[in-house]
Structures are given as structure tokens and as C-alpha cells.
């Protein structure tokens, strides 16, 4: 049951982010925030290459008594504005002014109240330019009154002062009051926007689905309590996808913002590479952090109970119309729920008895309990008792919702039946072969963009508890050595969750990996550690060639391999910190970049053929890196290891040759200028030479096997390839919208992190 129920909201969520509308939706999403990241510094780069798709904004100041000339010409010290000065005053007609062009006549009087100005031009003047020149009459204002009455500026000052009230309620925390009331409101319209778009899917589906017949189909082989749990995660999954990927287009604009600046607006600029993130975890407010987690879960269960309501009220619907007032309803309760809540927990406002028991009810506590913790309302019996009612009801709502969903997708009393349209076998198994392949690079694209998100954002959760940590301990660790544990903490998650979502496509009862495992076994007599010891010793001088002849090529590029060592992020002057930067460096990418790249990607795409497997992988290990320096023999090294896993059957070999690799980089740094670097580097030397000879033996001992192999590899292939369309069938990777994404995001990353690098070495 389980299984069946993950399959279906896999399917479901697919079927979703696939759709043309969610792609679009996306697509303009993305364009939104590279225009509105990017605009200033685009306009920016073109000013400054001297530009322009209009004319200049002309200012033309009638001043005669210069009451604002001046200080108006300082205000537009550095504006792209022409400032101009007109000596007679005239009037002006329509043909007269041109449309770039604002007059400003300035009426001096003896009075300073009364002095004014009139502004003309031909449409709108910007509030920009009105406010310069209010602040301009405003001074000229301030001048004139100072010489009439013989007053200082100081005087005039006191008089204009605001007389300050400080308000002491004793009953409420009106602490930054108006600040705490903004953001209940503005992420009570979020929920609000929310829960619209997730039970107007829901309502919309179950609609379709039950005219459709499609469930009746569903439910034969899955319980009616599993499919609306599939169903409801599904969607909710989908949102949740959603979420991510307007992150990335958040990223991806932000990041385009930085390639544009750092390569055309300030190419010098200076990067400090010791970035103290105590100073971002100091402006966060505790209570501020537990209402973002609170909010959170209390709005994952809420939208669980709302979305099994929802799908029985659709269920019992005949047309998607009456499915749109089901969903209405529920719009409008949650409307009330919002309204009340406005009313019943504010800042400026001590709560009542009445607005306690109402925190504790399904829905509306979604909306109360945050709150009150957020302005200090809360308690903790309060918080438990709400919390506890609220999974209840979530257990209950799935039980019973279920017999009633039942009840309603059979009943088709007053449906009207659709008629279907049939499709040739030839179409049918073109359409497969689409989805299957469109769905690769939906796996992919979808587990880059979790690698990068998790890579960026992590950091700067974890950091929130750097200060915790120092004083739980009583700054016995220091605060460098606690951000390397939590930098490496982020680094473990941002590549194991990305590994277990593209594990759980790994088709692990497939006959074709059966059978090619058997013919493995059979050949290779179940390789044990000696001879993965073996395939790691014949790898070592391969990655040292590719890494010699690298270091060359890239430094004729323009580009350094062991750019990173120039760069101070790692704590090499106390034992501690030394032990960290090994483990960083050596220990965890050699674990969890190959749980990722060979033991989650590699299983899923060798399916689809061991070249293509392995040049994917490969791929994905040097986006791994994120940056080109490091990428190319990071891609290189890949195929290596990505043949050795093949050969060998597991991950072993390619992480003991990754922890190799990585732990003599480290070693030279550690060892610098030191007798023990002569050591390490006659023990790796030995080590190439004992590889070399493994080499020469295994290729003279294995002729017949390698040709055996090659046999097996080419029936394995014209197996997978069979009644496919060859290599065309690949171009649909290129059709899924996460995979084009990620490649989006990627190649931005790569060039951002490759200038920042080049700047603080």
C-alpha cells in the first residue's frame, strides 16, 4: 500500500510541473525576477557605455532671486539630469515644450510662507523631481524666515520639532508593534493565497478525475483512505516545488545581478573573504524564529485537513463548476477565520478567554497561534493543547474523509459521460518513450535545484544557532570552528537529500538491472576489497596525468585548478580547526558527493545505457563544485570514478579514490613547507608507480575478459536500445522545464562563483 500510494503522488506531481500552464506560470516568473533584479543595473551598465533609449530629462528653473537654484543643482549632483537656468520668465504653450523637458518658475515674495513655485510640463513629473523641489522651497523657506525674524536654523528647529510620547501599556508587549502587525498581515495574505491556489487544484482534479472516470480505474487497486492521501500530498508537493523554484528564480536573479556588476559596473571590486554571519544571527529576533516554525507547521496540517474537505466536497460535485463554489466556500470560511483574528489578537490588545479557546480549534488556530507568539501573547498549555487537537484532527479528517470521498467519485447520478478519443499504438509508444525520458531530466534538473538551494540557504539557518553552541559549551569551541561544523552539517544535508529523492526513482526491481548485475557477478566473481583496492591503485596515475596536463592547459586559459588553496576559508592554525578542514576537504565529499553522484545518480540513469549514465554523472559532479576552475577535471575524474563504480558494483573504490585525491590536497596545505610534505608526496608517488603496474598486469591477464565485457556491454545496449528511437529519445530530457531550470541557475552560479573566487585570490 505504501509503495502504491508513493507511486501515485510521483505520477501526480510529474503530471503537475509538466503541465503547459505551470510552465508558463514559471517561465514568466523567471523573466519577473530577472528584470526586476536586474533593471537598475542593466540601465546602470548602459549609462555608463553612454546608452539611452530617450532623451535626458531637461530642467529649466526660472529662479530670480536664486531661492532654490542652488540648492537643487547639489540634490542633482551625479543624475543622468540636465539642469538649466532661464533668465525671463514666459509662458508656455503645448508646441513649446518638449516632452523630456520640466519647467520650474519660482515666485519670489516678501513673505516667506509665501513662497511657491509652479511646475510645467507636458504629462507627469515624476514624485521623484517633486520632492527635490518641495525640499528646495522648503530651505528657501527656512532661509527667508531666519533673516525676518533674526532666528537661528537651531530655533526654527525646536520650533518645527515633534513633540516625542512614549506610550507605556502595561498589559501587552507593544514592542515594535507596528512592525509585528505588518508581517501577521502580510503572511496572513500569503496562507490566505495559499490555501486559494492548493484547494482550487485539488477541487479541480477530483472534479476532472471523477468525470473522467479515471478514478474508478485508481481506486481497483488502491484503498480509497491511500488514494486520498496520494492525492493530497500530491498537490501539496507540488506547491511545495513551486516554492523551490521561485527560490531559484530568486537566486538566479540575484546572482545575475552579481555577474552583471562584478564583470561591467565595479570589474576591481574587493571581496572580504571572512564573512561573520554573528552579525545576521544578532538582528534575529527569537520570538520572530519560532513564529516561522510555528507558522509552518501549523500550516502543513491545516492544509492537510483542508485539503481532505476540500476533495470530499468536490467528490460529491457533477461538473468542475460546482467544484469552483465547493471550493469558494472554504475561501470564504478561511476569509472569516482571517478577519476575526484581526480583531482578536493584535499587538495593542490583551487576550481573553475567548480568544484562547478559539486558538485551539482546527483552522483557526492557524491563524491565532502564531500570532500570539509572535507579539508575546502565547503560553505554552495554550501552544500543546492547540497542537494536539490539530493532529488529531488530521488523523480523523483522513479516516472518516475517505469514506465519504468514496461515496461521492462513485456516485454518477447526474454526470454526463465523455467521450475518448483513441490513440495508435505508434503514438502511444512514442508518448512513452517522452515521458520516460522528459522524466530523467526532470530527476535531474529537480535534485540540482535541492542541491543548490539547500547549498545557499542552509548555511544561514544553521547560523542562527553559532551563538547557542559557543555559550552551551562556554566558548570552549570558538566561534570559527562552530561555523566550519555547521558549514559542514549544510554540506552533508545539501547532498544527501538531493541523493534520496533521485534514489527513490532508482527502479530497484527492474529484470534488466537483475540481469546485468548476474552477468557481473559471473565475470568479475563478485569483486571483493582487494580488488577494489586494485581499481583504486590503477586510477590514481589516470588522475594525476589528467591533473598535470589540466594545470597547464587551464593556466594558458586564464584559469587556476588550485585556485581554492588561494583563498582563506578554511581554520588551519589551531588542531581542531586543522582536524575540521580534513574532514571538510577529504572525509565528506568523498562519502557524500559519491552517495549523490555514483550511488543515488549513477543506479537511476545506467538504465538508460552506461555511456549516457556516465556522462551524466559526470556532469553532475563538476555542477557539484560550483566553480569552472575546479568543474573540468572534476568532470574528467567523474567518467573515472563513474567506470570504476560500473566495474566494481559499489561505491567503495570511488570514494577511496576520492578521499586520495582530495586528502593529498589537503595534506600539502596542512604540511606546507614542512619535511612531512616530502613524505606525503613520496608516499602518493608510490602509490601512482604501484598503480601503473596494476595496470600493465591487468591489461596482458585480461585480454579475453575485456573482450567478453565488450560483447556483454553491446547485447546489454541493444537491449535497452530496443524499439527506441536510438539516440533522439535523449532530446526529451531537454523538454522538461526543471531540467532547463537548473541548467539556467547552474550556469549563473558557475560564472558567479568563479569571479568571487578569482577576486578574493
Not at 353 to 369: E, K, Q, R
Request: aromatic share 10%; hydrophobic share 50%; with cysteine.
Amino acid at each position: 500500500m505504501k509503495s502504491k500510494i508513493i507511486s501515485v503522488v510521483k505520477h501526480t506531481v510529474e503530471k503537475n510541473i509538466r503541465n503547459k500552464w505551470f510552465i508558463v506560470l514559471n517561465v514568466l516568473l523567471l523573466i519577473v525576477s530577472i528584470v526586476a533584479f536586474n533593471f537598475n543595473t542593466v540601465s546602470n551598465i548602459l549609462k555608463n557605455n553612454n546608452i539611452s533609449f530617450g532623451e535626458k530629462t531637461e530642467i529649466i528653473i526660472y529662479d530670480e532671486a536664486n531661492l532654490i537654484y542652488d540648492n537643487l543643482t547639489k540634490m542633482l549632483e551625479g543624475q543622468d539630469i540636465n539642469l538649466t537656468r532661464e533668465e525671463n520668465l514666459k509662458e508656455y504653450s503645448k508646441d513649446e515644450l518638449k516632452n523630456n523637458q520640466i519647467v520650474v518658475q519660482v515666485k519670489n515674495t516678501e513673505k516667506a510662507e509665501d513662497i511657491s513655485a509652479k511646475v510645467i510640463s507636458q504629462e507627469g513629473v515624476s514624485a521623484t523631481y517633486i520632492n527635490y523641489i518641495t525640499e528646495a522651497l522648503s530651505k528657501a523657506k527656512i532661509d527667508r524666515l531666519s533673516k525676518e525674524y533674526n532666528l537661528t536654523l537651531e530655533d526654527i528647529n525646536k520650533f518645527t520639532k515633534t513633540p516625542n510620547i512614549e506610550r507605556v501599556m502595561l498589559s501587552v508587549d507593544n514592542k515594535d508593534a507596528d512592525a509585528k502587525y505588518g508581517m501577521q498581515t502580510i503572511f496572513n495574505y500569503l496562507i490566505f493565497f495559499i490555501l486559494l491556489l492548493i484547494l482550487s487544484k485539488i477541487a479541480n482534479d477530483v472534479s476532472q478525475e471523477k468525470i473522467s472516470k479515471s478514478i474508478e480505474y485508481v481506486l481497483t487497486s488502491i484503498s480509497a483512505k491511500g488514494y486520498l492521501i496520494a492525492k493530497v500530498l500530491s498537490i501539496n508537493l507540488t506547491f511545495i516545488i513551486q516554492f523551490i523554484f521561485t527560490v531559484v528564480y530568486l537566486l538566479i536573479g540575484l546572482f545575475l545581478n552579481s555577474v552583471l556588476n562584478m564583470y561591467f559596473v565595479t570589474p576591481n571590486m574587493e571581496l572580504n573573504a571572512n564573512i561573520d554571519l554573528s552579525v545576521l544571527t544578532s538582528m534575529i529576533d527569537t520570538n520572530m524564529v519560532i513564529y516561522f516554525l510555528v507558522t509552518f507547521v501549523y500550516l502543513i496540517f491545516t492544509i492537510l485537513i483542508l485539503s481532505v474537505i476540500q476533495a470530499v466536497l468536490s467528490s460529491k460535485t457533477t461538473n468542475i463548476s460546482e467544484a469552483g463554489n465547493a471550493t469558494i466556500l472554504l475561501v470564504v470560511i478561511n476569509l472569516i477565520v482571517y478577519i476575526l483574528s484581526t480583531f482578536f489578537v493584535t499587538p495593542l490588545k490583551a487576550p481573553t478567554a475567548i480568544t484562547y479557546i478559539l486558538s485551539c480549534i482546527p483552522i483557526v488556530s492557524m491563524y491565532f497561534v502564531p500570532t500570539m507568539i509572535l507579539i508575546g501573547q502565547a503560553n505554552i498549555i495554550q501552544v500543546v493543547i492547540s497542537t494536539i487537537i490539530l493532529i488529531v484532527s488530521v488523523v480523523v479528517i483522513f479516516k472518516y474523509g475517505a469514506i465519504w470521498f468514496k461515496n461521492g467519485v462513485l456516485d454518477y447520478s447526474n454526470k454526463k459521460k465523455d467521450k475518448k478519443q483513441e490513440e495508435t499504438i505508434d503514438t502511444q509508444k512514442q508518448e512513452l518513450i517522452k515521458r520516460e525520458y522528459s522524466k530523467i531530466g526532470y530527476v535531474i534538473g529537480f535534485s540540482v535545484l535541492l542541491f543548490i538551494v539547500l547549498q545557499i540557504g542552509l548555511p544561514y539557518i544553521l547560523s542562527i544557532f553559532t551563538s547557542p553552541i559557543n555559550n552551551l559549551f562556554n566558548g570552549k569551541i570558538s566561534l570559527t570552528n562552530i561555523s566550519t561544523i555547521l558549514r559542514q552539517i549544510s554540506f552533508i544535508l545539501s547532498l544527501l537529500v538531493p541523493a534520496l529523492f533521485v534514489y527513490s526513482y532508482v527502479d530497484k526491481k527492474s529484470e534488466d538491472n537483475l540481469k546485468q548485475k548476474k552477468q557481473i557477478e559471473k565475470l568479475n566473481k563478485k569483486i571483493n576489497i582487494k580488488e577494489s583496492i586494485k581499481y583504486v591503485l590503477m586510477a590514481l596515475p589516470i588522475v594525476a596525468i589528467i591533473q598535470i596536463v589540466l594545470s597547464i592547459i587551464l593556466e594558458k586559459l586564464g584559469l587556476d585548478y588550485e585556485i581554492l588553496n588561494t583563498v582563506d576559508i578554511l581554520n588551519l592554525n589551531s588542531n581542531f580547526g586543522t582536524i575540521l578542514a580534513f574532514i571538510e576537504i577529504a572525509v565528506l565529499p568523498a562519502i557524500f558527493e559519491e552517495l549523490y553522484v555514483r550511488g543515488a545518480m549513477l543506479k537511476f540513469t545506467k538504465k538508460y545505457g552506461a555511456k549516457f549514465a556516465i556522462i551524466t554523472t559526470s556532469l553532475l559532479f563538476a555542477i557539484v563544485h560550483l566553480n569552472i576552475s575546479q568543474s573540468v577535471f572534476a568532470f574528467l575524474m567523474g567518467i573515472i570514478l563513474s567506470i570504476v563504480t560500473l566495474k566494481t558494483g559499489n561505491i567503495l573504490a570511488s570514494s577511496m579514490i576520492h578521499l586520495l585525491n582530495n586528502g593529498y590536497a589537503i595534506l600539502l596545505m596542512i604540511f606546507e613547507n614542512s619535511s612531512m610534505s616530502y613524505v606525503i608526496n613520496v608516499i602518493y608517488l608510490l602509490l601512482i608507480i604501484l598503480g601503473v603496474l596494476f595496470i600493465i598486469i591487468d591489461f596482458i591477464k585480461n585480454k579475453e575478459k575485456i573482450k567478453k565485457i565488450k560483447n556483454i556491454n553491446k547485447k546489454t545496449k541493444a537491449k535497452i536500445t530496443k524499439n527506441e528511437t536510438g539516440i533522439k529519445k535523449y532530446r526529451y530530457i531537454a523538454y522538461d522545464y526543471t531540467f532547463i531550470l537548473a541548467c539556467i541557475l547552474c550556469t549563473i552560479l558557475l560564472f558567479t562563483m568563479q569571479r568571487i573566487i578569482t577576486i578574493l585570490s
